[in-house]
């Protein structure tokens, strides 16, 4: 075990990996031997700066063995290629996937790092040809990378998100494939536009993921959850919050312990209880 967000005001939370997988997820691991409920997400569902994230009350409110395979900085890309990882969701009684944003991917206009699937490695020669004027040795984060396209060309944006959107779909569909029984999707949607300032293209979680693309998915997951919530900066729940202090910025971004009830009390209508 180590610890994850160092720093001062930093929340002891402790990472475990599971069945041989390099991606770290939230601990304390839990055992695999009896049947168990697996949630496959991103930093949501591992709960960054939340003392108690959903995982964690729906294992209390159910009594089953509940498996936080929440990854703070990975994506679909990240899971595709931990063989070890997906072994495990797919072997739960019941499996939830939190749907991922769709930025978060390598595609024939950029490469992002196979497990910290945030970071922006490098551009391809077609995004570099797309926008020639673009120094993209300014960009370490997809998000900013994609952020500052949208602004400076839009037309070429256009054409990256439309790549991004379809091989987010492959993707997808190739994960689901690994699961002998259908899967629950989460889609966890929320708005990080701060206050007084217009919306960005992806402002909106997660990113770049359409109504048309989960319903597209639909046919291949047990149910699908949908839940629109407000970041912890909108619900003023900073201060319930634990994080470091150069850390305030990504908390406010992120949703806090209300919304991570409202998702609990949510897939109750899903996970049932032990008798």
């Known amino acids: 075990m180590s610890f994850e967000f160092p720093g001062a005001m930093s929340p002891e939370v402790t990472y475990c990996q599971y069945g041989g997988s390099r991606l770290k997820c939230r601990g304390p691991a839990r055992g695999l031997d009896a049947p168990y409920v697996a949630i496959l997400g991103g930093v949501e569902t591992f709960g960054r700066f939340v003392q108690t994230p959903f995982v964690e009350q729906l294992e209390r409110d159910t009594g089953?063995?509940?498996?936080?395979l929440g990854t703070a900085n990975a994506g679909v890309d990240a899971w595709l290629g931990d063989a070890a990882l997906v072994r495990v969701a797919a072997a739960a009684e019941m499996a939830l996937i939190q749907l991922p944003g769709a930025q978060m991917l390598s595609n024939p206009f950029y490469r992002v790092h196979p497990r910290r699937n945030d970071r922006f490695l490098e551009p391809l020669p077609?995004?570099?040809?797309?926008c020639p004027g673009v120094d993209f040795t300014e960009f370490t984060f997809?998000?900013?990378?994609?952020?500052?396209?949208?602004?400076?060309?839009p037309e070429g944006f256009a054409e990256v998100r439309a790549a991004l959107q379809s091989a987010w779909t492959a993707r997808m569909e190739e994960l689901l494939g690994h699961f002998p029984r259908p899967p629950v999707l989460l889609w966890l949607r929320y708005d990080t536009t701060p206050v007084n300032r217009a919306p960005s293209p992806l402002?909106?979680?997660?990113?770049?993921?359409?109504?048309?693309?989960v319903e597209g998915l639909r046919p291949r997951a047990a149910h699908v959850?949908?839940?629109d919530l407000a970041t912890a900066s909108a619900a003023h729940e900073l201060k319930r919050m634990r994080f470091g202090a150069m850390q305030a910025p990504a908390a406010a971004q992120t949703i806090g312990p209300s919304a991570h009830r409202q998702v609990a009390q949510a897939l109750l209508g899903v996970v049932p209880a032990l008798e």
Request: proline share 3%; hydrophobic share 60%.
């Open 64 to 68: 089953r063995i509940c498996v936080n």
């Open 126 to 130: 077609a995004l570099r040809a797309l």
């Open 142 to 153: 997809v998000n900013h990378m994609l952020t500052a396209l949208a602004a400076t060309s």
């Open 203 to 213: 402002s909106q979680h997660p990113a770049l993921v359409g109504a048309e693309m």
């Open 225 to 227: 959850v949908a839940l």
